[in-house]
């Protein structure tokens, strides 16, 4: 019994890999959206609550790699938003942690429409895999997504927000440990690293 456990687990393993490869090699060559330095992931900052003005502060140097975010690109198809958080390590490592990228502002002090959160399992948390979600804080939706480590494939129909031609204002980074189960029953804190507002992103259309 215990080998046949193990094949499918194996097996689970090698289906998730292919998966991952294949949502990648999907994805059309991704624009630069905002650039991070490293050894800023030490959790000085406004602890995400803010537009990213605090700046990045490379002194007290850090120990995380997994939240040191070094950049965020994006591109899309007809199909799918494609976002990517890249960091100075591997999305999962031991610490349960996340990343989100806001976007669209609707106010002072760090209000975004859109909120797109991704959780990692770890030390802290209790979940088994990697979850996301795209938050709409202007419509109260809140919709699954897929994500492969730091990489959400966002399906553009879940939101009239990422429409033809639609414009993706203002885009900010952070990254986060996370404690507890999945959300909303966690704690997405401290915030470990921000980044500066980046350029808005236009969705590359086909004219008609
Ligand atoms: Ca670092
Ligand atoms: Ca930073
Ligand atoms: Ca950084």
């Known amino acids: 019994m215990k080998r046949v456990s193990k094949l499918g687990f194996s097996m689970a393993i090698a289906v998730g890999l292919v998966a991952a490869s294949s949502l990648v090699s999907a994805a059309p060559a991704q624009k630069t959206i905002v650039e991070d330095p490293i050894n800023d992931a030490n959790a000085l900052n406004d602890q995400g609550t803010g537009d990213g003005s605090f700046g990045n502060n490379e002194t007290p140097a850090d120990v995380s790699s997994v939240t040191d975010i070094t950049a965020l690109k994006m591109s899309n198809d007809a199909k799918n938003l494609y976002i990517s958080i890249e960091t100075e390590g591997p999305a999962q ?116």
């Not at 804190?189 to 500066?196: G, Y």
């Open 93 to 208: 490592g031991t610490q349960g942690v996340g990343a989100r990228v806001r976007m669209n502002p609707d106010g002072p002090g760090g209000s975004y429409c859109l909120v797109f959160e991704v959780f990692q399992p770890g030390a802290g948390n209790a979940l088994d895999n990697t979850e996301a979600h795209l938050r709409d804080t202007c419509t109260g939706e809140t919709t699954p997504v897929e994500a492969v480590g730091n990489m959400f494939t966002v399906p553009r129909k879940i939101s009239k927000a990422l429409g033809k031609g639609a414009v993706l204002k203002a885009p900010q980074v952070n990254t986060f440990i996370y404690l507890g189960s999945s959300f909303p029953a966690g704690i997405a804190a401290p915030v470990m690293d921000t980044t500066t507002v980046g350029d808005d992103y236009k969705m590359v259309d086909k004219k008609k």
